[in-house]
C-alpha cells in the first residue's frame, strides 16, 4: 500500500472505488492479519473522506433559508 495515493487527493469516485476494492479483499478473507489491518485503517480514512466530499456537495447545493417565522430550512442553490 505505499504507492497508493494521499487520500486527500483522491476524487469522490476514485477514492469510492478503492474502498470498494478494500472491502472485497476484506471480505475474500485471504489478506494476511497485518495487512487487513493496515487496510483497514486506509479503509476507514476512504470512508471520511467519501464522506466529507458528499457534505461539501451537498453545501454546495443547499443553501439555509430563514423565514420569516424564524423557521430554518434548506433550498436549492440557484445555479448559473
Not at 28 to 51: D, F, M, N, P, W
Not at 61 to 75: P, Q, R
Request: aromatic share 2%; charged share 30%; with cysteine.
Amino acid at each position: 500500500m505505499t504507492s497508493a495515493p494521499k487520500i486527500d487527493t483522491l476524487s469522490f469516485e476514485a477514492a469510492l472505488n478503492e474502498l470498494e476494492q478494500i472491502v472485497q479483499k476484506l471480505e475474500g478473507g485471504t489478506v494476511e492479519l497485518e495487512q487487513s489491518i493496515a487496510i483497514y485503517e486506509r479503509g476507514s480514512a476512504l470512508k471520511a473522506h467519501c464522506e466529507k466530499k458528499l457534505k461539501d456537495a451537498r453545501l454546495k447545493i443547499e443553501k439555509i433559508v430563514l423565514s420569516a417565522e424564524g423557521k430554518v430550512s434548506t433550498a436549492p442553490t440557484e445555479i448559473g
